[in-house]
C-alpha cells in the first residue's frame, strides 16, 4: 500500500519562505508521479504543482516563480519549496501520487493523499 506522510507546514510572515516535505513509500524500484494540491478556507482544492516520473515539472500560475517542486529518490521525498509568500498561499496543503513507473517502463495506476499540513502566511 502507497503511503504519504506530509511536514514542514508552519506560520510565516508575507514574502517568508517554507519548504514542505512528502514521503512516501510502498511500491520499491518504481518512480512516482507526485503532485502538491492545496485547499484554503471555504474553497475548492486546487492544483499546485507536479513532478512526473521523468522528473518534468509545471506549476499553478499563481505559483509559477515562487515555488519549486523537487524529488530526492534516495530519500523518497517530493519537496515543495515556497519563497515569498502571500496570504493567500495560506491553506492546507496535500501530497499526491497518480501512479509510479518502474524501470522497465510498465506503469502502476494508483491515486493517494497524504494527510496535509497546514501553512499559514499573515502580515
Known amino acids: 500500500r502507497v503511503q504519504l506522510v506530509e511536514s514542514g507546514g508552519g506560520s510565516v510572515q508575507t514574502g517568508g519562505s517554507l519548504r514542505l516535505s512528502c514521503a512516501f513509500s510502498?511500491?520499491?524500484?518504481?518512480?512516482?508521479?507526485l503532485s502538491w494540491y492545496r485547499q484554503a478556507p471555504g474553497k475548492e482544492r486546487e492544483y499546485v504543482s507536479r513532478?512526473?516520473?521523468?522528473?518534468?515539472?509545471t506549476y499553478a500560475d499563481s505559483v509559477k516563480g515562487r515555488f519549486t517542486i523537487f524529488q530526492d529518490n534516495a530519500e523518497n521525498t517530493v519537496y515543495l519549496e515556497m519563497k515569498s509568500l502571500k496570504a493567500e498561499d495560506t491553506a492546507i496543503y496535500y501530497c499526491?501520487?497518480?501512479?509510479?513507473?518502474?524501470?522497465?517502463?510498465?506503469?502502476?495506476?494508483?491515486?493517494?493523499w497524504g494527510q496535509g499540513t497546514q501553512v499559514t502566511v499573515s502580515s
Open positions: 499526491k501520487t497518480d501512479g509510479c513507473r518502474t524501470w522497465s517502463g510498465r506503469w502502476f495506476d494508483f491515486k493517494y
Open positions: 513532478i512526473f516520473t521523468n522528473l518534468s515539472t
Open positions: 510502498g511500491l520499491s524500484g518504481c518512480f512516482y508521479d
